[in-house]
């Protein structure tokens, strides 16, 4: 077994080191490009203060390149003896180009890389989210253009309620992503800030420009206070889980919607056939098991800020090992989410609707408030044409007018599409993903 970088004389039980490690060695596969871009910055502020010859920093800038290049094509590897993702960085330095990979470490603790690791990590899934959910948030505006004159029933306490529209439908969901949008761009925000240089959490006596690092690594701003920026280590995390259970919230209720809509009962949409499955029994089944997977996911994924608070809540300042876990809940929640997007967005673009709904009766009494509407337009006290018209309905004698008008903003006759889809785009705007990619790139010599 390899020494840890920590061990002195004591070898760690082999059962400990086990328990330990936990799934560190796996999911640290996600942080190691990050890892290295930490790394490159790091050693390049160190031979700004003299502590690495312009020589040793091109030698090992070039090493860590190379082993970039091994992350991105997916054979990076943590060894079954090694710890973690930064032992195995430097491992690889040291083989490579001998004690000179040691010297990576000065002024750095393992506390302050993962931090700056999972922060880029974090900045660069969430583009990643962002981006899926324009996705969404596209097709969904297209098909509430598509539909727009399609009328469905709107419901409240699952009573058939006012007219509505799918529209209306498609067009709601694309406007809840605008505010999830600001939910991902407030996280963004605050994974976007340095913590390199605040060490186990209380500083170093060298001379540390983290100004550079901050600049190197295309960082809004830094986490100022070391103190603070070790206290962020699981506050980011709930912050940033919350966006991604308010996307989740989104589109877990709106696949509950589609799977409704979906049944026989209402047999308002109809579901691409590739995405639904069958029974092994009965021969008519079209299951629309993927939105089922999408609910049950979501609805997972909406348990995630709590499942962070839990861990981290009662934890006074400074670095605690419980943090390690918070990496098994967060770090995959990632993935989830986007396969969730993925999914839905596919769906979504395929979903045809039933333009022919309100040809049976029993929608009709939908139109009861249109009629109460009209009445008072020409006249009658709101409560009287109420009335009038309730008591139509009860005898069987209420004829529909189902040529309907709403012009007010946001309404059946006036989606505002337009304004909803210059709101994102304002939103979008404000990310600022440039300034990260620019920062990387120039780190990988591109």
């Given at each position: 077994?390899?020494?840890k970088?920590?061990?002195?004389?004591?070898?760690?039980n082999?059962?400990?080191?086990?328990?330990t490690?936990?799934?560190?060695?796996?999911?640290?596969?996600?942080?190691?490009?990050?890892?290295?871009?930490?790394?490159?910055?790091?050693?390049?502020m160190?031979?700004?203060i003299?502590?690495?010859?312009?020589?040793?920093?091109?030698?090992?800038l070039?090493e860590l390149?190379d082993?970039?290049?091994?992350?991105?094509?997916g054979?990076f590897?943590i060894?079954?003896?090694?710890?973690?993702?930064?032992?195995?960085?430097?491992?690889l330095l040291?083989?490579r180009?001998?004690d000179?990979?040691k010297k990576?470490?000065s002024?750095r603790s393992?506390?302050d890389?993962?931090?700056?690791?999972l922060?880029l990590?974090?900045?660069?899934?969430?583009?990643?989210?962002?981006?899926?959910?324009?996705?969404?948030?596209?097709?969904?505006?297209?098909?509430?253009?598509?539909?727009?004159?399609?009328?469905m029933?709107?419901?409240?306490?699952l009573?058939?309620?006012?007219p509505?529209?799918?529209?209306?439908?498609?067009?709601?969901?694309?406007?809840?992503?605008?505010?999830?949008?600001l939910?991902?761009?407030?996280?963004?925000?605050?994974a976007?800030r340095?913590p390199?240089?605040?060490?186990?959490g209380?500083g170093?006596?060298?001379?540390?420009?983290?100004?550079?690092?901050?600049?190197l690594?295309?960082?809004?701003?830094?986490?100022?206070?070391v103190v603070y920026?070790?206290m962020g280590r699981?506050k980011t995390?709930r912050n940033?889980?919350?966006a991604?259970?308010?996307v989740?919230?989104t589109?877990?209720?709106?696949?509950?919607?589609?799977?409704?809509?979906?049944?026989?009962n209402?047999?308002?949409?109809r579901?691409p056939a590739?995405?639904?499955?069958?029974?092994?029994?009965?021969p008519?089944k079209?299951?629309?098991?993927?939105f089922?997977?999408?609910?049950?996911?979501?609805?997972k994924?909406q348990?995630?800020?709590?499942?962070v608070?839990l861990?981290m809540n009662?934890?006074?300042?400074?670095y605690?090992?419980?943090?390690q876990?918070?990496?098994?809940?967060?770090?995959?929640?990632?993935d989830?989410l986007?396969?969730?997007?993925?999914?839905?967005?596919?769906?979504?673009?395929r979903?045809?609707v039933?333009?022919?709904?309100l040809n049976?009766?029993?929608?009709?009494?939908?139109?009861?408030v249109?009629?109460?509407?009209?009445r008072?337009y020409?006249?009658?006290?709101?409560?009287?044409?109420?009335?009038?018209?309730?008591?139509?309905?009860?005898?069987?004698?209420f004829?529909p007018?189902?040529?309907?008008?709403?012009?007010?903003?946001?309404?059946i006759?006036?989606?505002?599409?337009?304004?909803?889809?210059?709101?994102?785009?304002?939103?979008?705007?404000?990310?600022?993903?440039?300034?990260?990619?620019?920062?990387t790139?120039k780190?990988?010599?591109?």
């Amino acid at each position: 077994m390899a020494n840890k970088l920590w061990e002195k004389n004591v070898q760690v039980n082999a059962e400990i080191d086990r328990f330990t490690v936990g799934r560190d060695r796996e999911l640290d596969l996600y942080l190691a490009p990050y890892d290295v871009l930490g790394s490159m910055a790091h050693i390049t502020m160190l031979e700004s203060i003299g502590l690495l010859t312009k020589e040793e920093l091109d030698a090992l800038l070039a090493e860590l390149r190379d082993i970039y290049t091994l992350c991105q094509r997916g054979e990076f590897v943590i060894e079954d003896d090694i710890e973690d993702v930064h032992s195995q960085v430097e491992l690889l330095l040291t083989r490579r180009l001998g004690d000179m990979g040691k010297k990576i470490h000065s002024g750095r603790s393992r506390n302050d890389q993962v931090l700056v690791d999972l922060k880029l990590f974090t900045r660069d899934r969430l583009q990643r989210v962002v981006e899926k959910v324009k996705n969404l948030f596209d097709a969904l505006q297209r098909q509430s253009e598509r539909y727009k004159e399609v009328l469905m029933p709107g419901y409240t306490h699952l009573q058939v309620a006012m007219p509505s529209s799918f529209g209306l439908w498609f067009g709601a969901y694309a406007e809840g992503l605008t505010d999830d949008m600001l939910f991902l761009q407030a996280a963004y925000r605050t994974a976007n800030r340095n913590p390199l240089g605040s060490a186990a959490g209380y500083g170093s006596s060298f001379p540390l420009n983290r100004t550079m690092t901050t600049e190197l690594l295309g960082f809004e701003g830094m986490n100022y206070n070391v103190v603070y920026a070790q206290m962020g280590r699981g506050k980011t995390e709930r912050n940033v889980a919350s966006a991604l259970a308010s996307v989740a919230g989104t589109v877990a209720k709106m696949a509950f919607d589609a799977c409704l809509y979906n049944s026989q009962n209402f047999g308002f949409v109809r579901l691409p056939a590739e995405c639904t499955t069958g029974s092994s029994i009965m021969p008519h089944k079209k299951n629309p098991d993927v939105f089922e997977l999408i609910r049950a996911k979501c609805n997972k994924l909406q348990g995630l800020p709590t499942q962070v608070l839990l861990i981290m809540n009662n934890l006074p300042s400074g670095y605690f090992r419980d943090l390690q876990i918070i990496k098994e809940v967060f770090v995959p929640a990632f993935d989830e989410l986007d396969d969730c997007l993925d999914m839905a967005t596919y769906i979504v673009e395929r979903m045809e609707v039933n333009e022919h709904i309100l040809n049976d009766a029993r929608y009709d009494a939908m139109f009861s408030v249109e009629e109460v509407n009209r009445r008072v337009y020409q006249g009658t006290p709101f409560r009287d044409a109420y009335r009038q018209v309730g008591l139509e309905i009860e005898a069987g004698q209420f004829t529909p007018d189902k040529a309907i008008s709403h012009t007010h903003e946001g309404s059946i006759g006036n989606l505002c599409n337009d304004q909803i889809r210059q709101h994102m785009e304002h939103l979008l705007d404000e990310f600022h993903f440039e300034r990260a990619q620019a920062a990387t790139d120039k780190l990988l010599g591109k």
